[in-house]
């Protein structure tokens, strides 16, 4: 369960080994929330790079520029897997010209984006969990937390209306995939306009989906 936790990746597994002089495999799995400070080795005899978690992303993060440090900021609003449409809308108006397609290669090449084909066949991103609250992180430090996540709600909600039109012409099996594909982010968005937002407009757009037209 632990090694599921930590993503199999072999540096925080190697870590949390080191922590478990000290606390027991539950105690480790209960504090995981806060991983990047937890999993560290002692100073002496570790490189800089080598000695936690947080510096071994950050050796991959640093050498970015600045507009590909700027999308992997906004992919850490992700909790669930995405897809290029996705990334594509919460990248920024500075950033649409830009592939994301291009730009989600140089992050998996630098181990900071992880890809994959999902059992519906078409390729799937995710940030893995640490490296996801590395990206957070950073987000809070630059000041984009809000942004981003307002432009996450709208590439949501862009989905969500578009779908609605879709299922009203024919509610079709491409339909419900898609649907089932973006139920988390159709959710997460509605939870996240019922903290933010003073009317129930767009929380309403994002429901039809998940019951119909």
Request: aromatic share 6%.
């Amino acid at each position: 369960h632990l090694v599921r936790q930590l993503d199999g990746l072999p540096l925080a597994i190697e870590l949390a080994a080191a922590r478990s002089r000290t606390l027991t495999p539950p105690e480790l799995v209960a504090q995981l929330d806060r991983q990047l400070d937890l999993l560290t080795r002692p100073a002496e005899g570790a490189t800089a790079r080598h000695g936690s978690l947080r510096s071994a992303i950050q050796t991959s993060y640093d050498p970015l520029a600045d507009d590909l440090q700027r999308f992997f900021r906004s992919l850490a609003v992700f909790s669930a897997p995405f897809d290029l449409e996705l990334a594509h809308g919460v990248a920024g108006t500075t950033d649409r010209d830009l592939d994301p397609l291009d730009r989600i290669g140089e992050l998996v090449a630098g181990s900071l984006v992880d890809a994959r084909i999902a059992d519906h066949g078409a390729t799937e991103d995710r940030l893995l969990d640490s490296i996801r609250a590395f990206g957070l992180e950073q987000l809070a430090a630059e000041g984009e937390e809000e942004a981003v996540d307002e432009r996450y709600i709208e590439t949501i909600v862009d989905f969500a209306d578009r779908i609605t039109v879709e299922g009203l012409k024919a509610f079709s099996p491409e339909v419900l995939s898609s649907i089932r594909r973006r139920f988390v982010h159709l959710t997460q968005a509605i939870e996240r306009c019922i903290e933010r937002d003073d009317t129930a407009d767009r929380v309403n757009r994002l429901f039809i989906p998940l019951y119909g037209p």
